[in-house]
Nanobody
Framework: QVQLVESGGGLVQAGGSLRLSCAASGRFLSINDMGWYRQAPGKQRELVASITRGGSTNYADSVKGRFTISRDNAKSTVYLQMNSLKPEDTAVYYC???????????????WGQGTQVTVSS
């Protein structure tokens, strides 16, 4: 009933920038926490950044000062602005959101399909 679709990934040189977007669609009451995760080959998925509905943010130490997460609640969209990219940022980036439904209590987390970010040396 709901979907998360990421966009904005691609190939960029070290030191460059990308902005990822994740748009939610479907039938839901609201979205609470949203976040960006990434998974590199041979590694586990890790949290990159998260943001509450009210705008409070949290970042992994490895991206703090370089990445900025934001959201537009009217558009049900979360963004990840990535600056000063490094080769070690190369991964598939996944959007995650906690949907709230009118007739269901509690948390309902969904994942996007992922978008590839590749940073060349």
């Amino acid at each position: 009933q709901v979907q998360l679709v990421e966009s904005g990934g691609g190939l960029v040189q070290a030191g460059g920038s990308l902005r990822l977007s994740c748009a939610a669609s479907g039938r839901f009451l609201s979205i609470n926490d949203m976040g960006w995760y990434r998974q590199a080959p041979g590694k586990q998925r890790e949290l990159v950044a998260s943001i509450t509905r009210g705008g409070s943010t949290n970042y992994a130490d490895s991206v703090k000062g370089r990445f900025t997460i934001s959201r537009d609640n009217a558009k049900s969209t979360v963004y990840l602005q990535m600056n000063s990219l490094k080769p070690e940022d190369t991964a598939v980036y996944y959007c995650n959101a906690d949907f709230r439904f009118l007739y269901r209590l509690g948390e309902n987390f969904y994942w996007g399909q992922g978008t590839q970010v590749t940073v060349s040396s």
